[in-house]
Nanobody
Framework: QVQLVESGGGLVQPGGSLRLSCAAS????????TGWFRQAPGKEREFVAA????????YYTDSVKGRFTISRDNAKNTVYLQMNSLKPEDTAVYYC????????????????WGQGTQVTVSS
């Protein structure tokens, strides 16, 4: 069993930066692929980024490439999402998810989810 807790969300102006953290409990977290998803009001949850257990494989959705960076520190059981050059369209609740199966971009492939953290990009 893995429990995930996101933090680091908030209000930021366009062009600003935030770093989200996903802290996990469970001894086997270092063997899990982890992803970030987001959901804006009235929209479906969408994939943002994912990282394999050893960071050997990383995926990004096209809209965040070059602006967002996913990373992990297995010693701290934590995965990060560094978000730079934020845009109003990045506004959403951001969720961390983990899977013991193969890394992917579909929400259905993830078994464990956090409660989400709100990111609002507005002037």
């Amino acid at each position: 069993q893995v429990q995930l807790v996101e933090s680091g969300g908030g209000l930021v102006q366009p062009g600003g930066s935030l770093r989200l953290s996903c802290a996990a409990s469970g001894r086997t977290f270092s063997s899990y692929a982890t992803g970030w998803f987001r959901q804006a009001p009235g929209k479906e949850r969408e994939f943002v980024a994912a990282i394999s257990w050893n960071a050997g494989i990383i995926y990004y959705t096209d809209s965040v490439k070059g602006r967002f960076t996913i990373s992990r520190d297995n010693a701290k059981n934590t995965v990060y999402l560094q978000m730079n050059s934020l845009k109003p369209e990045d506004t959403a609740v951001y969720y961390c998810a983990a899977t013991g199966r193969y890394i992917g971009t579909l929400a259905g492939g993830y078994d464990y989810w956090g409660q989400g953290t709100q990111v609002t990009v507005s002037s």
